[in-house]
């Protein structure tokens, strides 16, 4: 299919320990979103990439958290030295046309991260 | 601090019958809202949304309302089937925010 994909679905890891979520967007959006939902919460916004722009990261928790994306295609979400807090549903999302929330956004199915 | 606020975390509704999902938010800024709904280890899907200039926005079997006043939105589904059960999402967001707020969600069991 060519919706947004994420890898992998299921991350059980030990505290303490690095890991590294994918994002494929659907191709050709600019927009790409990390949220994340932690057990009985909302989605939590926690960086958005658009195009070349800088990105907006106001919604990264703490320093352990990073994310890259190339051009308009792969991204990569880092947690550095994952506590137990960090346990959370992390979801990407892309939009077409970007620049707004206003335009639909595409989810994968998420991460399930578990640290231990 | 959550600023979309989903208060009942389930709803139970018989087949044919109208299911009625409500949202509060706090940020007056809010300007457009949506709903997503969400399966079982499948990411939240867009299903309607509407702009603070309107009161009422309808799409099929779903409407949405919105009382600006009382900071209030609902989402109705009219007639509710079995495939409608799912997770519900109530997400916000201001001119010039680059992110959704979302509520916690509202789990919906159609029964046949």
């Known amino acids: 299919g060519a919706g947004v994909s994420q890898s992998p679905s299921n991350k059980v890891t030990e505290k303490g320990k690095d890991v590294e979520l994918r994002c494929d967007p659907i191709s050709g959006h600019t927009a790409l979103y990390w949220y994340r939902q932690r057990l009985g919460q909302g989605l939590e916004f926690l960086i958005y990439?658009?195009?070349?722009?800088?990105?907006?990261k106001s919604g990264l928790p703490s320093d352990r958290f990073s994310a890259e994306r190339t051009g308009e295609s792969v991204s990569t979400l880092t947690i550095q030295r994952t506590q137990q807090e960090d346990s959370a549903v992390y979801l990407c999302?892309?939009?077409?046309?970007?620049?707004?929330?206003?335009?639909?956004?595409?989810f994968g199915p998420g991460t399930r991260l578990t640290v231990l | 601090d959550q600023q979309v606020k989903q208060n009942s975390p389930s709803l139970s509704v018989q087949e044919g019958r109208i299911s009625i999902l409500n949202c509060d938010y706090t940020n007056s800024m809010f300007d457009y809202f949506l709903w997503y709904k969400k399966y079982p280890a499948e990411g939240p899907t867009f299903l309607i949304s509407i702009s603070s200039i309107k009161d009422k926005n309808e799409d099929g079997r779903f409407t949405v309302f919105l009382n600006k006043s009382a900071k209030h939105l609902s989402l109705h589904i009219v007639p509710s089937q079995p495939g409608d059960s799912a997770v519900y999402f109530c997400a916000a967001t201001e001119t010039g925010a680059n992110n959704l707020f979302f509520g916690t969600g509202t789990r919906l069991t159609v029964i046949p």
């Open positions: 999302a892309s939009s077409p046309l970007g620049g707004s929330p206003y335009n639909e956004q595409f």
């Open positions: 990439f658009q195009g070349n722009s800088a990105p907006d």
